[in-house]
């Protein structure tokens, strides 16, 4: 089994080229849920949703959320009523949200309400989202505080980012651990680090299973040519004190991940004990996927069971 490290849109691409190497029982993926929100009708779970549809199959992959060939007659309708819904919502992926909003509050936890969305999807594969309980990002801006949709969709990643903080502590839920320690490697994917993974970091004893075991576990960087391959994640990272850079990412990263992946784009670079890889990892085609994901097995091949 190996397990890997979500949020956002880079990993869940990586993901693909996952499955088309291993069967979905051997993956396990430990998900954020910083962005997690309430809506009006019901329970906003945005990077769970996005590795869920990804493994079912039906991920969108022009915005990489939401549902390939979704309808959006609820979401205009409700504009044509006066409601204020920034999110342009599908009106398959809202009912996702309704029914884990029920399942929420008839008691069950998010690692459950999860569990029975990706059976009901055919998802075989174990999807954790990082905690049962509540944590939150918040960004502070020169236009205030907000959340990442707020910053992202509302006002298009314009505000300068001051600061990047998590709000609420949880513990790992159940599963999470688990999966981290039974795994045969842990792949960080190309996410944001600042909102995808430092949130997954953060809970007790994250960081301590994958730092007792780094050398079975890989990051790769989010940057191509020095810079995002999507989204601000410049804008995070100088926020949080993190060089913008490659290295700056793999420094971050250095006391739990032994193996960093770069693009050939990229300059060989040395952190202390961190083996830093160079290979493509733009991932535009499932053929660029499935390289990818071949190429990061092959560097734990000598230790596969």
Not at 56 to 75: K, M, P, R, S, V
Not at 108 to 115: G, H, I, P
Not at 116 to 144: C, F, H, K, W, Y
Not at 198 to 219: H, K, Y
Request: overall charge negative; charged content about 25%; proline content about 5%.
């Amino acid at each position: 089994m190996i397990t890997l490290l979500s949020g956002g849109t880079g990993t869940p691409k990586l993901l693909q080229g996952f499955m088309q190497l291993l069967p979905q029982r051997e993956i396990a993926v430990v998900v954020n849920t910083a962005e997690d929100v309430w809506l009006p009708h019901g329970h906003l779970s945005p990077d769970v949703d996005t590795v869920v549809y990804t493994l079912a199959e039906l991920i969108n992959e022009e915005t990489w959320y939401g549902i390939q060939g979704d309808t959006f007659a609820t979401h205009e309708q409700l504009l044509r009523l006066g409601f204020e819904e920034f999110m342009n919502i599908g009106d398959l992926d809202r009912a996702t949200h309704i029914v884990r909003g029920e399942l929420l509050r008839r008691g069950l936890t998010l690692e459950e309400a999860t569990r029975r969305i990706s059976r009901a999807l055919g998802v075989q594969a174990r999807v954790l989202p990082m905690t049962n309980g509540e944590v939150r990002s918040v960004i502070r801006t020169d236009l205030g505080e907000m959340n990442l949709h707020e910053f992202l969709i509302k006002h298009g990643s314009a505000p300068e980012v001051l600061e990047v903080k998590l709000v609420g502590e949880a513990r790992p839920c159940e599963g999470c651990i688990s999966a981290l320690e039974e795994a045969e490697f842990v792949v960080i994917g190309p996410s944001n680090p600042v909102t995808s993974i430092m949130p997954i970091l953060s809970l007790e004893g994250v960081r301590e299973v994958l730092a007792d075991r780094r050398e079975s576990v890989v990051a790769v960087s989010p940057l191509v040519g020095g810079k995002p391959v999507s989204g601000p994640a410049d804008k995070f990272l100088r926020a949080v004190g993190i060089e913008p850079t490659p290295r700056g990412i793999a420094e971050f990263y250095a006391d739990v991940a032994g193996h960093f992946v770069i693009d050939l784009r990229d300059e060989q670079f040395s952190v202390g004990g961190v083996k830093v890889h160079r290979t493509g990892i733009i991932m535009k085609t499932r053929e660029d996927k499935r390289r990818l994901a071949e190429f990061i097995m092959g560097i734990f091949a000598g230790g596969r069971r």
